[in-house]
């Protein structure tokens, strides 16, 4: 089945800086890839997707590539902000029917004032 | 907006104690997730339900039961509590054939 691997687990950044999360998938058969960020005590929430038909996609400081050769897709914020401070999931999907996701481990993002 | 509440954030409980854990989704969605919070391990699908008493086992079945007897509502079932069931259990819900998942708060279950 698939597998999703997320790298890396921390990450600590000045404000102002920009962060790069990368994932890489198994299944070339995964065609949606989206990037859930959780704030403390809170769900996970969408923030970006892209489908298999995009190579990037952004929505003002984030932005998220993928790499279909390779298998292999990244979150990349810029400007970051202490309120970016959260933890981030990337996940991939096969099937929009079952609405079925697989989560890379988490990475811990720090932005320091 | 958008809304899944769980019916608890904190439980204890003890070991071979059955557990409820409550979800609730005010969206009309068809199409309700459970999972498991684990540092290192991101989350993992436990069971999901295309829609009422409908379930289908995820990656993690062992251990968990679930009951869909209402749209709205979605109960994971621990059987007979253990210890390794110690974890943040997380809730979602998602309108069928549509992506994004929506997950209520998080129940932070811990088994003695």
């Known amino acids: 089945g698939e597998n999703v691997e997320q790298h890396p687990s921390t990450l600590s950044v000045q404000e102002g800086d920009s962060a790069v999360i990368k994932c890489t998938y198994s299944d070339s058969a995964s065609n949606y890839f989206p990037w859930y960020k959780q704030e403390l005590g809170k769900g996970p929430q969408l923030i970006i997707d892209?489908?298999?038909?995009?190579g990037e996609k952004k929505d003002q400081r984030i932005a998220v590539t993928l790499n279909k050769t390779a298998k292999h897709f990244s979150l990349h914020i810029t400007e970051t902000q202490p309120e970016d401070s959260a933890v981030y999931f990337c996940?991939?999907?096969?099937?929009?029917?079952?609405?079925?996701?697989?989560f890379g481990q988490g990475t811990t993002l720090q932005v320091k004032p | 907006d958008v809304k899944v509440t769980q019916s608890s954030r904190y439980l204890v409980k003890r070991t071979g104690e059955k557990v409820f854990l409550e979800c609730v989704q005010d969206?009309?969605?068809?199409?309700m997730f459970w999972y498991r919070q684990d540092p290192g391990l991101g989350l993992r699908l436990i069971y999901f339900?295309?829609?009422?008493?409908?379930?289908e086992k995820g990656d993690i079945p062992e251990g968990y039961s679930v009951s869909r007897e209402k749209k709205e509502r979605f109960s994971l079932i621990l059987e007979s509590a253990s210890t390794n069931q110690t974890s943040m259990y997380l809730c979602a819900g998602r309108r069928a054939l549509q992506e994004t998942q929506y997950f209520g708060p998080g129940t932070r279950l811990l088994v003695l």
């Open positions: 969206m009309d969605h068809e199409n």
């Open positions: 339900s295309y829609d009422v008493k409908m379930k």
């Open positions: 996940a991939a999907s096969i099937s929009s029917n079952t609405g079925k996701l697989i």
């Open positions: 892209i489908r298999s038909n995009v």
